[in-house]
């Protein structure tokens, strides 16, 4: 599946570690803005069974505002909910085995603050390739921190969407943006903003 970036579509929100009550609701909210492109849910320390309940009824939501609904580090679940695709870590299944798993689905890869890890990753044909953290983020421990340079080094090799993770706000992520990041991935500032409401925080995002 091609991927596309509109101006306006730049947001790649990503769910939070536990999923609390008044989420689908906030979700809706947040998705009827028309800035987010994928949605990708990942529950580190949930059941399977809770995996797939909760999935099904985001990839509800998701299909009623046309965005793209992806599933972290396990391709065998996406395909279980038909999701649009799976992002892969490092240390997940590797792209090759996605594929043969999800056919012509997303792929997404993240490949830390590493141009070396990027270029092994474009052989094996990704849909996107991710770059962070570059700011401070509370939402996942941050081993790698990566720099604006990164984006105008890997242009050089591929023309894939470029996916920004890590500490992103409403103060910084113009800067991103700037540098040709085709999608913000976002999690904390949404759903961990103590000053903001959800559908607060992403209006901010413009």
Wanted: glycine share 4%.
């Amino acid at each position: 599946m091609k991927i596309t970036n509109s101006k306006k579509k730049f947001i790649y929100l990503i769910s939070p570690n536990y999923i609390k009550s008044g989420f689908l609701s906030n979700l809706e909210k947040i998705l009827s803005t028309k800035k987010v492109e994928f949605f990708q849910l990942r529950l580190k320390n949930s059941s399977l069974q809770k995996k797939i309940n909760i999935g099904r009824k985001i990839k509800k939501i998701c299909k009623k505002f046309k965005v793209k609904f992806l599933i972290n580090d396990d391709p065998y679940l996406a395909k279980r909910l038909n999701a649009d695709g799976c992002h892969l870590g490092q240390k997940d299944t590797d792209i090759l085995s996605a594929r043969q798993i999800l056919g012509k689905k997303i792929i997404g890869i993240t490949c830390h603050n590493s141009i070396k890890l990027a270029k092994t990753a474009i052989k094996y044909n990704p849909n996107y390739i991710a770059f962070g953290a570059f700011y401070t983020t509370k939402t996942k421990k941050v081993k790698y921190k990566a720099n604006m340079s990164i984006f105008k080094k890997i242009k050089k090799y591929s023309k894939l969407p470029i996916v920004a993770i890590g500490g992103i706000n409403d103060v910084n992520y113009k800067k991103l943006l700037l540098n040709k990041a085709s999608f913000l991935a976002i999690s904390g500032y949404i759903w961990n903003n103590k000053k903001l409401k959800p559908l607060e925080a992403i209006k901010k995002l413009k």
